[in-house]
């Protein structure tokens, strides 16, 4: 163990061993590497842009201007690395401007390819929250593009993990150089033309996002090359892209392509970070998924991707992790916020900003009250879209960004920020709606511009059909769009994002198959993961070959698939449901990069597996071909023209309306009527929209139930259009029930029919 110094005055050696005192600056002895070893004093460069731009001087002399906001630091130095070994030889450049909080210089001769970090001199009090280190390379949190990743090494962080009184351990400076074991950025020349791009601009009532991770989706795929697999190329290739045409999917919703960081204690384990929700870098797309190369070929590589999924028509919508950084808590590794400026990008607790205020379950909180961290976020989401093309964003634990002091605030700084902004109030907007603080569940609060992961259509629709709900009051609200959360304020029916599963929690093979999690393979005892899944594994815990259990199962993912999309609102679909992908009960995948977490696409020579992906494609397309299915407004319960039906009509299994006490009657089945001649919408051109009229009938209970069909004016007959009771769903119709006629719905199925008129009804045959 080095020698322990104070510096700065206080009580005796002996006493200040076992208890710092407040003021105090703890580091490890000897001092660290000198201040600027070879430094050089850059040209004084611009403020703007912040981060590392490749441009030529006013008298054409080519080179990078670096600019780092850091409003408490006493000195900053732009550090170069070369390609020796031990992640190469260091030369530092000391920035000697400082205009608006902001250091800049100008370095000649610095070139695209160039990796770079930086080092910054400040005080060290943890105790007020000061936690400048020069001995740690920073990486600039404008980087758009990142070379390596964090080694297991504890000269990572910026106090000392090892001290004897572990109590006092985050206080003491370690002086180590962090060099050796931290990413560097790299400087990118970004001159791209967008201009032979067309973003599909689908409406949010058309939209039917598929979320799906970068890697995991073609690491399997065998007609996808190889050295291609796992990567943005791999995603863009015509192979991978085909399975997304042919589903019908409008966008894909991809888990967080920020460049990200594997936990220190998974490291330890032999595991990683599979999911990416622990950001390094908000400006710089993942080198890992990149097959190109990670000196700034990363960036060239996400475009086409972009443009590829462009030319198929289809969005690309990111999930971002604006609410916390890679660095976690007071013991965490300092990587580049932290050592920049820690106070003031981090929420910090006003009667002790020695630790962090966490409201994301992650170590720390970005500071979103702070005018920098509201530049930094929004700067980023302009740059993934003006630059990097893309089309939405979905942000994860979006109650954090929309704090005030402590209570969420829906007019906060950030989210006014958004509303106001030219380019992103235009692009698609989706709220997870909470976070882990008080008061943080925000579901159904967010302002107009925004759509919203609905868990409560989730947890609905999981319990209606694992038979745990004794009405169907909250079932009505889920399928017609959820009004009493989202009609508030002017919000659309788009405001809801519907969901059975995410990335987070069983897929949907699993849902039907295990009651328990099982993530024993994550080494944290199956603590990890949630245990309220609303899952029932049908009479066998895991995989089976009994084929009643079998059969039952495959049900139930076409009646939760059918569910989904047929109901009001925006469906998100979660790659590999269609195909009956499995994780083996891990209902928390987070580290699981392997068989685990990718798709297996062998799955599809399975006929079983084959049909459930085409009765999704199926479903997709008859809500892209019928508007009734994907309305731009909530249902009224009225006509929309005199002699019209009602827009939507709720009916018992015995073919009358329902009264405000059946919807509180014990029962698993629901008759849902939606008018296509009442829909109460118009055309670009002004014309009122019509479509076929359709009768939904669900059925949760297990035995068989006896459906009396609505007879007129609600229709004159009927035709099959879905019968999830069936596994292979014929090309042709089958069957034409007059109105009023008494049908079989098949215990756990769900059966959609097309409402006929007379003249349809006298030629429909049976």
Not at 5 to 28: F, M, S, V
Request: proline share 7%; glycine share 10%; charged share 25%.
């Amino acid at each position: 163990m080095a020698a322990w110094q104070q510096i700065g005055g206080g009580p005796d050696e002996d006493r200040a061993r076992a208890e710092p005192h407040p003021g105090a600056e703890l580091r490890l002895a000897p001092p660290g590497p000198p201040a600027a070893p070879g430094s050089a004093a850059a040209w004084p460069g611009s403020r703007q842009p912040l981060g590392a731009r490749f441009r030529r001087a006013a008298d054409g002399t080519p080179g990078t201007n670096f600019a780092l906001w850091a409003a408490g630091a006493e000195a900053v130095e732009v550090c170069l690395f070369d390609d020796g070994d031990h992640g190469g030889t260091e030369t530092r450049h000391l920035l000697t401007e400082q205009t608006s909080q902001t250091w800049h210089g100008f370095l000649p001769g610095v070139l695209p390819g160039q990796r770079y970090g930086f080092r910054v001199h400040g005080r060290w009090d943890p105790w007020t929250g000061a936690r400048w280190n020069p001995a740690k390379l920073l990486l600039d949190p404008y980087a758009r593009a990142v070379d390596g990743e964090p080694r297991t090494h504890d000269a990572q962080c910026g106090s000392v993990r090892d001290w004897p009184e572990a109590d006092v351990a985050d206080t003491v400076r370690d002086n180590r150089d962090s060099a050796p074991y931290v990413p560097k950025a790299v400087v990118v020349q970004d001159d791209d033309d967008w201009s032979d791009d067309r973003r599909p601009k689908v409406p949010w009532a058309e939209t039917v996002l598929y979320e799906l991770h970068v890697r995991g989706f073609t690491m399997r795929h065998p007609d996808v090359p190889a050295e291609l697999r796992g990567t943005y190329a791999g995603l863009a290739h015509p192979a991978a892209i085909e399975h997304l045409v042919r589903l019908g999917v409008t966008a894909v919703e991809l888990l967080p392509v920020h460049q990200y960081a594997s936990e220190d204690h998974l490291q330890r384990r032999g595991l990683r970070n599979y999911w990416g929700y622990n950001t390094l870098a908000y400006f710089a797309p993942h080198a890992g998924y990149s097959a190109a190369g990670s000196r700034g070929q990363q960036v060239g590589e996400f475009k086409r991707m972009v443009r590829a999924l462009h030319r198929a028509g289809i969005e690309v919508i990111l999930d971002v992790v604006y609410n916390h950084t890679a660095e976690g808590g007071p013991g965490g590794p300092t990587l580049s916020f932290r050592g920049i400026d820690n106070a003031a990008y981090y929420r910090l607790p006003p009667l002790h900003p020695r630790g962090y205020a966490d409201y994301t379950g992650c170590g720390n909180t970005l500071d979103t009250r702070q005018p920098q961290v509201v530049r930094l976020i929004t700067d980023s989401l302009r740059y993934w879209v003006a630059e990097m093309g893309v089309d939405g964003f979905r942000f994860d634990l979006a109650a954090a960004l929309a704090r005030g002091s402590d209570a969420v605030d829906m007019q906060s700084p950030f989210l006014a920020a958004v509303a106001q902004d030219p380019l992103l109030s235009r692009v698609k907007l989706i709220a997870e709606p909470w976070d882990v603080g008080p008061g943080g569940y925000q579901v159904g609060g967010f302002p107009p511009l925004w759509a919203e992961w609905n868990d409560r259509y989730r947890d609905t629709v999981r319990d209606f059909w694992r038979g745990a709900r004794p009405d169907v009051r909250e079932l009505g609200y889920r399928l017609a769009g959820s009004s009493d959360l989202y009609q508030r304020g002017g919000r659309r029916p788009h405001a809801s994002v519907n969901f059975v599963t995410a990335h987070d929690g069983f897929t949907l093979r699993d849902l039907v198959s295990y009651d328990r999690k099982h993530n024993e393979a994550n080494g944290e005892d199956n603590r990890d993961g949630t245990d309220d899944n609303r899952s029932w594994n049908c009479g066998h815990e895991g995989e089976t070959a009994d084929r009643a259990v079998t059969a039952l199962r495959r049900r139930q993912l076409r009646n939760m698939l059918a569910t989904l999309l047929l109901s009001t609102g925006v469906p998100m679909l979660v790659a590999g449901d269609e195909m009956g992908r499995t994780q083996g009960g891990n209902n928390n995948a987070y580290c699981q990069d392997n068989e685990t977490g990718w798709l297996d696409w062998s799955l599809l020579e399975e006929p079983g597996w084959r049909a459930l992906c085409d009765l999704t494609a199926r479903l997709v397309r008859l809500r892209r071909t019928h508007p009734v299915l994907r309305r731009r407004a909530f249902f009224s319960g009225l006509p929309a023209h005199p002699g019209g039906l009602r827009d939507l009509a709720w009916f018992t299994a015995q073919g009358r309306e329902m009264t405000e006490a059946d919807w509180f009657a014990p029962t698993a089945a629901l008759g849902m009527f939606l008018s296509g001649r009442d829909i109460g919408e118009r055309d670009p051109a002004g014309h009122p929209v019509l479509d076929d009229s359709f009768l939904l009938l669900l059925n949760a209970w297990h035995e068989d139930v006896v459906f009396n069909l609505p007879g007129r004016p609600w229709a004159a007959g009927y035709r099959t259009v879905v019968d999830t009771s069936l596994e292979e769903q014929a090309a042709a119709p089958r069957g034409a029930p007059a109105a009023g006629a008494r049908i079989t719905l098949r215990g756990r199925s769900l059966l959609l029919l097309r409402t006929l008129g007379p003249a349809a009804q006298a030629t429909a045959g049976c």
